[in-house]
């Protein structure tokens, strides 16, 4: 296995911080967009993919701001997935900036992959491209 590499990715996604930020803190937002079902226990979520879950705690977050997620299974300790909306004052665009871990040979799949699940959270939100 090799060894992981952090990246982040941005996106412009107008509406409003409140409205993103439960998309990505709750298990019915995260369900709509990111997971076949997500699961919550405290401050343990649990997210299920067809054949496959991943457990991951919340380490950090700030409503309306950031959420930060640290993965439980993976075996690098410091990879974790953060979600960070940031809003830009003068001309109101707000924006998800992700940032995420991969395996170096992998970085591209997992970039092409967050491209596809950021245009089904726009599609969810009704946001068209």
């Avoid at 997500?38 to 991951?56: C, H, L, P, Q, Y």
């Avoid at 909306?85 to 001309?91: D, F, H, W």
């Avoid at 924006?95 to 970039?111: F, G, H, M, N, P």
């Amino acid at each position: 296995m090799s060894e992981l590499v952090q990246y982040q990715l941005e996106f412009v996604i107008n509406t409003s911080p409140k409205v993103l930020y439960s998309r990505l803190s709750s298990p019915a937002g995260l369900s709509e967009w990111f997971a076949d079902d997500v699961n919550v226990r405290g401050e343990v979520f649990t997210f299920i993919w067809e054949d496959s879950e991943e457990k991951a705690k919340i380490i950090a977050k700030k409503e309306n701001v950031f959420i930060k997620f640290q993965w439980i299974s993976k075996s690098d300790e410091k990879a974790f997935l953060e979600f960070r909306i940031q809003s830009e004052e003068l001309t109101g665009d707000v924006s998800l900036v992700i940032t995420d871990y991969a395996e170096s040979e992998e970085r591209t799949d997992a970039i092409d992959l967050w491209e596809k699940q950021i245009a089904y959270l726009k599609h969810t939100l009704g946001i068209l491209n």
